[in-house]
């Protein structure tokens, strides 16, 4: 495991380094291959054998997306995707197979939100094209053929660890010259440096503090503070660990050049410009490019100090892996056709995505539980006086609290099988919930004489 963890590593970082060469490529037709030649070779490093897996899924959704009629391609690339990643490549056992790699299983799940999207996002690009018929990328995504879908779909940029990109972001960075009027090297020497840090702090606590340690004779011995405190490095360890892998993936996108746009075309995380045309005005005039201020916003995906500070569970998951967040708001909760019901769609989805894991249903779904408790507490806080010490209480109360859920459910991403979980979740004899139902009945005991019925209606 250490050996294919410092593997990942090194790949990681001689992607970054390639990138300094990838932008010296002006040629869109010679940049693309080079994307995906890289990106195929560096995905049968950590797949071997396993490759055949993203190559059959890419093989069915580029004949999908580009041959089937716009009405029905975008829901059968979603459904296949998932299909293929759910059922085929993670049940091989089923079929005699031996189960794929952990990394193999990472390019499949980068490569579905991939697929799952491009239909969805080339059906609105034909509407786009009507309105901006001179904008050479909603050209581009009216004819996507095969290749297109494939070169996408293998781009070195992001295959290993994400983040998510719309194809309209990929194409920009091939045919666009928005990195030549960037400095690509500082951004991403300042994430190294966080990189470093988050590092080390997961080096030292996953070596003092192991999760498995939970699972051993000797942790049950402990008294019941100990058991429960545990929580704190072992979240610790988890979060640090996301944080490495998370920037990693930035900071290759970044020296690859892909993400950047001006800023006055407001671009945002997973989406790019949202403002297009902006974007694409600014791309024709070589002029006006070095005037304009950039950013990789785009390819944002992890807000560390924006989750470490937050006091909601909300924001703090808005902020934690925000590209894939971006395309479960965009292809699930906005299109899911009953609105009541569009929250734990979502959830669901997420939760399918990372896998058949108990652990992932307990930390995900209990989420949901945890969310109107939040909300009853976020009435209490907004109704305190903005600067007094009684709001400054509410906001260390909920962050505690915040802090707390996402601490104790991080176990189940952290133990995934129910057996593991059992045994944990026992041994704290499940102080969690039942914390979070008494702070409920508390809450709502409290809440007519906390706040009047004109402040409760305009909250």
Same mark, same amino acid.
């Given at each position: 495991?250490?050996?294919?963890?410092?593997?990942?590593?090194?790949?990681?970082?001689?992607?970054?380094?390639?990138?300094?060469?990838?932008?010296?490529?002006?040629?869109?037709?010679?940049?693309?291959?080079?994307?995906?030649?890289?990106? +195929?070779?560096?995905?049968?490093? !950590?797949?071997?054998?396993?490759?055949?897996?993203?190559?059959?899924?890419?093989? !069915?959704?580029?004949?999908?997306?580009?041959?089937?009629?716009?009405?029905?391609?975008?829901? &059968?690339?979603?459904?296949?995707?998932?299909?293929?990643?759910?059922?085929?490549?993670?049940?091989?056992?089923?079929?005699?197979?031996?189960?794929?790699?952990?990394?193999?299983?990472?390019?499949?799940?980068?490569?579905?939100?991939?697929?799952?999207?491009?239909?969805? %996002?080339?059906?609105?690009?034909? %509407?786009?094209?009507?309105?901006?018929?001179?904008?050479?990328?909603?050209?581009?995504?009216?004819?996507?053929?095969?290749?297109?879908? !494939?070169?996408?779909?293998?781009?070195?940029?992001?295959?290993?660890?994400?983040?998510?990109? @719309?194809?309209?972001?990929?194409?920009?960075?091939?045919? =666009?010259?928005?990195?030549?009027?960037?400095?690509?090297?500082?951004?991403?020497?300042?994430? /190294?440096?966080?990189?470093?840090?988050?590092?080390?702090? +997961?080096? +030292?606590?996953?070596?003092?503090?192991?999760?498995?340690? !939970?699972?051993? %004779?000797?942790?049950?011995?402990? $008294?019941?503070?100990? =058991?429960?405190?545990?929580?704190?490095?072992?979240?610790?360890?988890?979060?640090?660990?996301?944080?490495?892998?998370?920037?990693?993936?930035?900071?290759?996108?970044?020296?690859?050049?892909?993400?950047?746009?001006?800023?006055?075309?407001?671009?945002?995380?997973?989406?790019?410009?949202?403002?297009?045309?902006?974007?694409?005005?600014?791309?024709?005039?070589?002029?006006? /490019?070095?005037?304009?201020?950039?950013?990789?916003?785009?390819?944002?995906?992890?807000?560390?100090?924006?989750?470490?500070?937050?006091?909601?569970?909300?924001? &703090?998951?808005?902020?934690?892996?925000?590209?894939?967040?971006?395309?479960?708001?965009?292809?699930?909760?906005?299109?899911?056709?009953?609105?009541?019901? @569009?929250?734990? &769609?979502?959830?669901?989805?997420?939760?399918?995505?990372?896998?058949?894991?108990?652990?992932?249903?307990?930390?995900?779904?209990?989420?949901?539980?945890?969310?109107?408790?939040?909300?009853?507490?976020?009435?209490?806080?907004?109704?305190?006086?903005?600067?007094? $010490? &009684?709001?400054?209480?509410?906001?260390?109360?909920?962050?505690?609290? @915040?802090?707390?859920?996402?601490?104790?459910?991080?176990?189940?991403?952290?133990?995934?099988?129910?057996?593991?979980?059992? /045994?944990?979740?026992?041994?704290?004899?499940?102080?969690?919930?039942?914390?979070?139902?008494?702070?409920?009945?508390?809450?709502?005991?409290?809440?007519?004489?906390?706040?009047?019925?004109?402040?409760?209606?305009?909250?």
């Amino acid at each position: 495991m250490i050996i294919d963890d410092i593997i990942y590593v090194g790949l990681l970082l001689g992607l970054i380094g390639f990138g300094n060469y990838f932008r010296t490529i002006k040629n869109p037709f010679n940049k693309q291959w080079v994307s995906t030649g890289v990106g +195929f070779f560096v995905s049968l490093i !950590v797949s071997g054998w396993d490759i055949l897996h993203p190559i059959a899924m890419t093989i !069915v959704c580029a004949v999908i997306l580009s041959q089937l009629a716009p009405r029905i391609r975008h829901t &059968a690339s979603f459904f296949f995707s998932f299909f293929y990643l759910l059922i085929i490549s993670r049940l091989t056992h089923l079929f005699g197979l031996p189960e794929i790699s952990t990394h193999t299983n990472l390019i499949l799940m980068l490569m579905t939100l991939k697929y799952g999207g491009m239909g969805f %996002e080339l059906n609105s690009a034909l %509407e786009d094209f009507k309105n901006n018929p001179d904008v050479q990328c909603y050209k581009a995504m009216k004819n996507i053929t095969f290749l297109d879908v !494939v070169h996408y779909g293998w781009s070195y940029m992001g295959i290993l660890t994400g983040p998510f990109y @719309r194809y309209r972001t990929y194409w920009d960075c091939i045919n =666009r010259k928005f990195s030549d009027y960037i400095e690509c090297w500082e951004p991403t020497l300042y994430k /190294i440096k966080l990189i470093g840090v988050s590092a080390v702090l +997961f080096l +030292f606590t996953s070596n003092i503090w192991p999760n498995f340690y !939970v699972l051993t %004779e000797e942790f049950q011995q402990r $008294s019941f503070w100990y =058991r429960l405190s545990f929580i704190i490095p072992a979240f610790l360890t988890f979060r640090t660990r996301l944080y490495v892998g998370m920037m990693f993936s930035e900071c290759v996108c970044q020296m690859a050049g892909l993400g950047v746009y001006p800023i006055c075309s407001q671009p945002q995380p997973g989406l790019g410009p949202k403002d297009y045309k902006a974007a694409e005005q600014i791309a024709l005039n070589p002029e006006k /490019i070095k005037d304009e201020k950039m950013d990789f916003e785009t390819v944002f995906n992890i807000d560390w100090w924006g989750v470490e500070k937050s006091y909601l569970v909300r924001t &703090a998951m808005k902020r934690w892996n925000i590209t894939v967040q971006y395309w479960m708001a965009t292809y699930v909760y906005k299109v899911f056709p009953w609105k009541n019901l @569009r929250i734990p &769609a979502t959830f669901f989805v997420s939760t399918i995505w990372h896998g058949y894991a108990f652990g992932y249903y307990v930390g995900i779904f209990s989420v949901i539980t945890y969310l109107p408790l939040e909300d009853l507490y976020v009435k209490f806080y907004n109704q305190a006086e903005e600067g007094s $010490s &009684a709001r400054t209480r509410w906001w260390c109360l909920m962050w505690f609290m @915040r802090f707390f859920c996402m601490a104790y459910l991080s176990f189940g991403f952290q133990l995934l099988t129910f057996e593991n979980n059992y /045994i944990y979740y026992k041994s704290i004899y499940l102080v969690g919930h039942i914390i979070g139902i008494i702070m409920y009945i508390i809450g709502r005991t409290l809440k007519p004489y906390l706040i009047t019925k004109t402040n409760d209606q305009k909250l």
